[in-house]
Structures are given as structure tokens and as C-alpha cells.
């Protein structure tokens, strides 16, 4: 069982950015962000496999949000500039008992608590 603890999430202007960490207790292979807007249906937010070298992107966020991973610290880091007040929800981090990344939630085995990001316009 690995469990994933979020942090980072807060409040931010718009414009502004903001970097979400994600520590996992073990091993993981692809991770991954959703969020989830009040009254809307979790959706992901970015992907990373294994290795680090395949990454997906929600389109909303693509040129705005940075996915990254250090495998020697077990942590996922999710970095957001020009952040949008759309781009406000709980932000859940994910892990896949496999190697390639999905947009699926049903792909990853594992979720975190998540924490909240409010972007104010």
C-alpha cells in the first residue's frame, strides 16, 4: 500500500503561480494530478511516467503547468504559472501500479487526501 501526502496548494492572484508536491511512502511508477472544480467531475490535470520522459496534459493547462518527478525522493511535483481562476479545485495527486501515464482515473491504484487551490481573479 503506498500512500500519498499533497502539499503546497493556497490561495494565489491570478497571473501568479504555485508548485503542489506529492510525497509517496514507497515505490511508484506513472503519477499523476487531477483536480476537481465544486459541481464538476475530477479530470486529470498532467501525467508522468515512470522513467519521466512521457508526460500528457490536460489542454487547458498545456504551456502553463510543468509536470515533474525526483524518484529518489518518491515525490511528484505539479508547477503552475499564469494560473487562472478556472484553474481553481482540489488538486489530488495519483499513483498507477504501472509504468505508462493515462488520463483514466481508473488507471492509478493510489490518491492522496488532495489539497486546495483557489486562484482569485
Known amino acids: 500500500q503506498v500512500q500519498l501526502v499533497e502539499s503546497g496548494g493556497g490561495l494565489v492572484q491570478a497571473g501568479g503561480s504555485l508548485r503542489v508536491s506529492c510525497a509517496a511512502s514507497?515505490?511508484?511508477?506513472?503519477m499523476a494530478w487531477f483536480r476537481q472544480a465544486p459541481g464538476e467531475e475530477r479530470e486529470l490535470a498532467a501525467a508522468?511516467?515512470?522513467?519521466?520522459?512521457?508526460?500528457n496534459y490536460a489542454d487547458s493547462v498545456k504551456g502553463r503547468f510543468t509536470i515533474s518527478r525526483d524518484n529518489a525522493k518518491n515525490t511528484v511535483y505539479l508547477q503552475m504559472n499564469s494560473l487562472k481562476p478556472e484553474d481553481t479545485a482540489v488538486y489530488y495527486c495519483?499513483?498507477?501500479?504501472?509504468?505508462?501515464?493515462?488520463?483514466?482515473?481508473?488507471?492509478?491504484?493510489?490518491w492522496g487526501q488532495g489539497t486546495q487551490v483557489t486562484v482569485s481573479s
Open positions: 508522468i511516467s515512470w522513467s519521466g520522459g512521457n508526460t
Open positions: 495519483a499513483a498507477s501500479k504501472l509504468y505508462s501515464v493515462s488520463a483514466y482515473s481508473t488507471h492509478y491504484a493510489y
Open positions: 514507497g515505490r511508484t511508477y506513472a
